[in-house]
Each structure stands twice: as structure tokens, then as C-alpha cells.
């Protein structure tokens, strides 16, 4: 019976080496797909004679490898895995400090904060409230405020011998007088928690391991139409970011071996398809909603402003190393040219006397220009997530002359390729800095 393609979906782990699969490594999360096109590959070769008989000889199949496309909707907050191994290099992660939006000490209600949320250094963009007494409380505060979109929203906090308790709703902004208490006289202490880590990733020169955890690439399920395909050894070549209405990643894949029709068996060991048990969505979260590519803007020199659209391009350049050897089985891909790394961005045409760059004079004298781009989403509700990709030497690659196609407004497309500093000890061409409501890495 054929299968509908809405069965399908895939799972990563990192691996422990390159032949060995540990199911408890990473965080195991099913992702949802728009497109694959990862799956086994051979080249047969067909030996050739002159035999007394016109009809083919036998062939045989070659180098056993396993490669491919990944198209997804670009989830931050499940993302990191794919960022590192993209860049090759573990990122520094750092939990963002929780501010004090009302100092301990003797309250009345109902009162006002005295540091709204949203308006201190560092920001709460938006953030939980955390309450805290200083001896155990039983009754409700009520906090009223707006979430990040404008939208009035309003939470009750009830205590029943409790210290402390922590909003669900994120809150942009509380209203003055906006926090209402049935009980009084002890202190209080109210902070604000964007609940976000950042996470920093710079270039890595090495194809990607994980020295301090020993983590040698990645281990893909792909499950199509139900029926499960065990991919191990894989490292991520090439990686475009494009960005318009929504935000999509594409993920090009060398994989050192596909098992088909295998399945992890929940420990990390491959079993075949009869043993296979469904990872369904109740057993393995992941994220349903798809965030916008709204409130992205490129700084360009000292000169920020707005994208039309965008699109980022990355590749490690790794391939097969081809030679003769006893195994039919790749060994771990290797560089085989420069990292290449651009960006092609289309922004509104403006005059330099309005505030733009010079980009024509720029080409001219072969200048290099600072770049960073920014992309913020703000879900309904929850946490802002923010993705920046600062490249801090950049060269024009193409003539930056716009036309005019019409009396509507003038765009102007701008490609960029990052250079290296001049006399820097390693990779600097990019830095990317993602801010999620996760501290997993």
C-alpha cells in the first residue's frame, strides 16, 4: 500500500565516533521537513571485455556512500545542533541574568514596579516574572500587562504556602499599578527572566569534533511514509539560510553510510524494520509553529536597514577521499577546496545624502565593509528569538548598480563574501549568535 508523504519526519543524535551511535547524546527531537533528497547512493561500474557473447556482463556496485538535501523551516530554538556542525565549531553558551524589576522590601497593594520590563539593561524582550516572598504566603497576585505584540494579557499567581512563583505569559510591559496582592506585609521581590540562552558559534577550521565530549559528526532517522532509514557518519557541507515571509535552512548532507530500513532501538543500536517502534510526536517533542522572517535588517558600516529579502550561503567544500581501498564504505569527508561563504541581500536603493552607503565607491576602491545581520522573531507568545550573523570584513562581489524597472520603488542587491582578517591566527570571516528559550547546545 503506498505510503502519503505526510509520514515522514527524521530524528538526529550526535555520535559518539564515526561508527558508533549513542541514542542518548543528544537531545532526541523530531523535526518536521518540507523536502529531502538524503538517501544511499552507489556508481556502478560495469567491466568491459571482448567476449563471445553481445549481451552486458554483471556489474558491480561501487564506493557505498549516503547523501543529500534537507529543507526545513529554520526553528531556532532547535537549530543549534545544525549551526555548530555547519560552522564546525562548539559554541559558548551563556544563561541570561535575571533582573530585579521591584527590590525587596515592605509592599502595599496593589503597586507598581519600579523597573518595567523591556526598558533596563539588560532588556527583558519580553520575560517571565518571578515572586518571591520572604516567608511563606497563601493568596493570589495578580499581574496585568502586555505580552510583545501590544496585546493586553493578565495572569493570577496563586499561593498556597508558597515563596515563590513564576508567570507562564511573557510580559513585555505591567501596567502602572498593574500588580495586585490579597496579602501583605512581608517582603517581596519581583525579577524578570527572559528565560533565553545565547549562544555564540565562530568558524572552525577542522572538519567538525567536539574534543571535550568526543563528538564525531551526526546520526540521522529519516522515517519516509512510515518506513525508517538509518543514516550514520554524517557531517553537514553545505548550509543556505534564506529569508522572506518565513525563514527556511537547507542542509546539504554527506552521510559515510545509510542502513535502509533500519531504525534506532531507543539505546543508539540499529535494529531492522521489524523491530521498529513509531517515535511519535508524544514521545519526542518538536516545534509547530513556524516563525516569520519579520524584523530582519542588515547594518551595513554604520548604516542599518530594512531586508527585502535575503539569502545566505555555506559550504565546507568536504568530499570523499578516492582512492583504493578494503572497505566499499567511505572514510570521513574531507576538504577538498576553500570554505566558501556569501550572502546576497536586497534592500531598498537609497541616496547617500538620506543616510545610505556608498556601495558604488565601495566596489570601486575594493573597501571592505563591516556587516551585521539581524533577524528577530516574536512568536504570539513566549520568548523573542533573535539570530545575528555578524561578518566583520566583507567584500563586494558584484556590481552594486540598480535599475529601474518601473515608476515603484527601487531595489538595489548587494552580494557580499566575508574575508578573513588580515594576520588573524584562525577563522574570523563569521560570527553567528543565536538567543533561545533553551540552554540546550
Request: glycine share 8%; aromatic share 8%.
Amino acid at each position: 500500500m503506498p505510503q502519503d508523504g505526510w509520514r515522514s519526519y527524521f530524528v538526529s543524535w550526535e555520535q559518539i565516533d564515526w561508527s558508533t551511535v549513542s541514542g542518548a547524546v543528544a537531545k532526541q527531537i523530531i523535526y518536521d521537513f518540507m523536502t529531502t533528497s538524503l538517501r544511499s547512493a552507489s556508481d556502478p561500474i560495469t567491466p568491459t571485455r571482448i567476449h563471445r557473447n553481445p549481451s552486458p556482463v554483471k556489474q558491480i556496485p561501487n564506493m557505498v556512500n549516503a547523501g543529500g538535501d534537507i529543507v526545513l523551516q529554520h526553528h531556532p530554538e532547535h537549530m543549534l545542533l545544525f549551526w555548530k556542525h555547519l560552522l564546525m565549531d562548539a559554541p559558548s553558551s551563556v544563561d541570561f541574568t535575571k533582573q530585579t524589576v521591584r527590590t525587596s522590601g515592605v509592599y502595599t497593594s496593589p503597586l507598581s514596579l519600579t523597573t518595567q520590563p523591556g526598558s533596563t539593561t539588560p532588556p527583558s524582550d519580553p520575560g517571565k516574572l518571578i515572586v518571591t516572598f520572604s516567608v511563606a504566603k497563601t493568596g493570589t497576585v495578580t499581574i496585568s500587562g502586555t505580552d510583545q505584540n501590544g496585546t493586553a494579557i493578565s495572569e493570577v499567581l496563586t499561593f498556597a504556602g508558597d515563596t515563590t512563583k513564576t508567570t507562564s505569559k511573557y510580559f513585555q510591559t505591567v501596567n502602572a499599578n498593574g500588580v495586585v496582592l490579597t496579602m501583605s506585609g512581608d517582603n517581596l521581590l519581583i525579577e524578570c527572566d527572559k528565560n533565553t540562552y545565547t549562544h555564540t558559534f565562530n568558524l572552525g577550521d577542522n572538519v567538525y569534533v567536539d574534543e571535550t565530549t568526543d563528538k564525531h559528526g551526526l546520526a540521522v532517522e529519516i522515517v519516509k511514509g512510515t518506513i525508517p532509514n538509518l543514516y550514520e557518519g554524517c557531517l553537514l557541507n553545505t548550509g543556505t539560510l534564506t529569508l522572506a515571509d518565513t525563514m527556511q535552512l537547507t542542509l546539504g548532507i554527506l552521510a559515510r553510510y545509510g542502513n535502509l530500513r533500519e531504525a534506532f532501538n531507543g539505546t543508539g543500536t540499529p535494529t531492522d524494520i521489524s523491530g521498529y517502534s513509531d517515535m511519535s510526536d508524544t514521545n519526542y517533542p518538536y516545534g509547530d509553529e513556524i516563525y516569520p522572517g519579520w524584523g530582519a535588517s542588515i547594518q551595513l558600516d554604520s548604516v542599518q536597514t530594512d531586508i527585502e529579502s535575503m539569502t545566505f550561503n555555506f559550504s565546507n567544500n568536504l568530499g570523499y577521499p578516492t582512492r583504493y581501498r578494503m572497505s566499499r564504505l567511505p572514510v570521513k569527508p574531507v576538504r577538498q577546496g576553500d570554505r566558501e561563504i556569501s550572502l546576497s541581500c536586497t534592500i531598498d536603493y537609497e541616496a547617500v545624502a538620506d543616510g545610505g552607503v556608498n556601495f558604488d565607491d565601495k566596489f570601486y576602491g575594493d573597501i571592505p565593509i563591516a556587516l551585521i545581520l539581524s533577524m528577530v522573531s516574536k512568536p504570539y507568545s513566549g520568548p523573542e528569538f533573535t539570530v545575528q550573523i555578524t561578518m566583520p570584513r566583507c567584500q563586494l562581489t558584484a556590481f552594486p548598480d540598480a535599475e529601474v524597472g518601473g515608476p515603484a520603488d527601487m531595489l538595489q542587491t548587494l552580494n557580499f563574501r566575508p574575508i578573513r582578517t588580515v594576520g588573524a591566527s584562525s577563522s574570523d570571516e563569521v560570527s553567528s549568535l543565536v538567543i533561545v528559550s533553551t540552554e540546550s547546545a
